[in-house]
């Protein structure tokens, strides 16, 4: 099959590379990147493990081609950071108990941070849209709500 050249910003850095025609965004993140946070969890676009952002909306890389990135910005959790420095929503998420095996963590963060980058203060129920394509089997999504409203609350106290 024939490659395809890719150019987007990933995290903020510049990538260019050859990939096959119809490769989903997940797989060139994961194994062409070397990028592992985006999850792969059911492959089907159901769970939302493999959430980032791109152009700052949230997509599922599962389902999204990745020719379709080219000359954009994709972001993951490993770009949410600030160095050695927790992003506000990792730090509401470890404060507030809100992961606990993890899996879904990396899709839930990219759902909220879309949700946060364009609402300052977000109600109760605007984070639970923001996350409802996320599936998380461990917390009962109470303990995630409560980060994320944290976390806004943070945000906005710093800006």
């Given at each position: 099959m024939a490659k395809t050249p890719l150019q987007f910003r990933h995290n903020g850095r510049?990538?260019?590379?050859?990939?096959?025609?119809?490769?989903?965004?997940?797989?060139?993140l994961r194994e062409m990147v070397g990028d592992t946070t985006p999850k792969f969890g059911c492959g089907q676009g159901g769970c939302g493990a493999c959430t980032v952002l791109i152009d700052g909306d949230a997509h599922l890389s599962c389902l999204t081609l990745a020719e379709t990135v080219e000359g954009r910005a994709v972001e993951t959790l490993d770009g949410i950071k600030n160095g050695p420095n927790l992003h506000p929503l990792q730090r509401a998420f470890a404060d507030g108990f809100a992961a606990q095996c993890g899996y879904c963590t990396p899709g839930m963060l990219m759902a909220a941070k879309a949700l946060l980058d364009k609402v300052a203060q977000p109600s109760r129920e605007q984070v639970v849209e923001?996350?409802?394509?996320?599936?998380?089997?461990?917390?009962g999504y109470e303990p995630i709500i409560n980060a994320v409203l944290a976390a806004a609350a943070s945000l906005r106290a710093s800006a």
């Open positions: 510049d990538v260019a590379l050859f990939v096959e025609g119809g490769s989903n965004l997940l797989v060139v923001a996350i409802s394509g996320n599936i998380c089997r461990c917390t």
